[in-house]
């Protein structure tokens, strides 16, 4: 007890080779003591070493066969995509007298994603994501791809973590001859001192639409607006778009259909980041935009929803969820407009997009 506790000081001030040695003093002293085995195999999960940690684990395991342990380690399993061994852990995990009910449903959805994800990976779909190159792609952060109807210009997200003053902007680039040019900054008014991102664009590159928080105007926390490209090419100043669309929640990732008259995108509880669903709106004829509505439930799960992007079909809309069965947190997922304007069961897109 004594190597344990001084390895728990050691881990809340950082000290984490320090406490990985008071571990194994107290493994040594006491085998079956399986709490020294079970931190130490948190601390290598902390350190991105499933490996290791399931040499701790394993032991903690064998030492105490406790409910408790069997639930750590198969979640921290889970969370590194080592599906089979996850749900062995979990399966010991549902079945023990000992397992508490608050645990349970995370328990068995991960053993859901468990089994999906070991037989999907049987069955690998064709995908081979390709680096867009050194004309778009830098040492700083790209994000939030968006792309016109034509192909041709494609607008991004870009921060810059090394600069003094972390600011979101708005990137471009081109597609000449079959190579994408050089991107550089939106022209205009568009970019601010604030941080601008999460944008799509309109189908004819006209028009664009994209999220901004804490601005003097907003509605709340993060609020949709819009601008509009100029003859010349450059950007309009942003305009929130207003109360139909922003509440007191956030709003953020839209997506606007094809044909310009249906913004899809994201709400979420201001007090809980970890719910948020997909919601609309549709332009009306008198150019107002109607009251937001919420996404059927076929579509929205009790988990999370983000990243919506309809397809300029019109009828395909994509997005992730972490509240439905799939490869373990957020996932692809697709759905289809039905003739009756109903959308059909959204299928996961599988391995390896989903990993």
């Known amino acids: 007890m004594r190597y344990f506790n001084e390895a728990r000081a050691y881990y809340s001030e950082g000290e984490l080779d320090e406490a990985l040695e008071h571990l194994d003093k107290a493994l040594k002293r006491s085998p079956e003591f399986a709490d020294p085995a079970l931190m130490a195999g948190q601390i290598w999960v902390d350190r991105n070493d499933i490996d290791r940690a399931n040499q701790y684990f394993d032991r903690a395991w064998q030492a105490s066969g406790a409910a408790y342990v069997a639930f750590q380690a198969g979640m921290a399993n889970y969370s590194f995509g080592e599906y089979a061994r996850s749900l062995e852990f979990l399966q010991a995990y549902v079945q023990s007298e000992k397992a508490r009910q608050a645990y349970m449903d995370a328990a068995e959805k991960a053993m859901a994603d ?59 680039s081109t597609l000449r001859d079959s190579v994408w040019q050089a991107s550089g900054p939106l022209p205009g008014r568009l970019n601010t001192a604030l941080n601008e991102g999460a944008q799509s664009v309109s189908a004819d590159g006209n028009r664009l639409f994209f999220v901004g928080c804490n601005r003097m105007e907003g509605k709340g926390s993060c609020d949709i607006y819009t601008a509009i490209r100029r003859e010349d090419g450059s950007w309009s100043q942003a305009v929130n778009m207003g109360d139909s669309i922003n509440t007191a929640n956030w709003e953020t990732q839209p997506s606007i259909s094809p044909d ?28 107002y935009w109607t009251r937001a509505r919420r996404m059927p439930s076929m579509v929205n799960s009790p988990g999370r929803e983000s990243s919506p992007f309809i397809h300029f079909d019109n009828q395909t809309l994509y997005f992730s969820s972490d509240g439905r069965v799939g490869m373990g947190s957020l996932d692809f997922f697709v759905t289809r407009k039905q003739k009756d304007g109903s959308w059909s069961e959204p299928q996961n897109l599988g391995f390896p997009i989903n990993g």
Do not use: Q
């Not at 004309?135 to 607008?155: C, H, K, Q, R, W």
């Open 260 to 287: 310009g008259r249906t913004l899809y995108f994201i709400r979420g509880a201001k007090r809980d980041p970890k719910s948020s669903d997909l919601w609309y709106s549709t332009l009306h004829s008198n150019g």
């Open 114 to 172: 468990c089994r999906f994800a070991l037989e999907a990976m049987k069955h690998p779909s064709d995908f081979e994501p390709l680096n867009m190159g050194g004309a778009v792609n830098s040492a700083a952060m790209e994000y939030f791809p968006s792309i016109s109807a034509d192909g041709l210009t494609l607008v991004f997200t870009y921060r810059n973590p090394e600069a003094t003053k972390r600011d979101e902007d708005f990137f471009y």
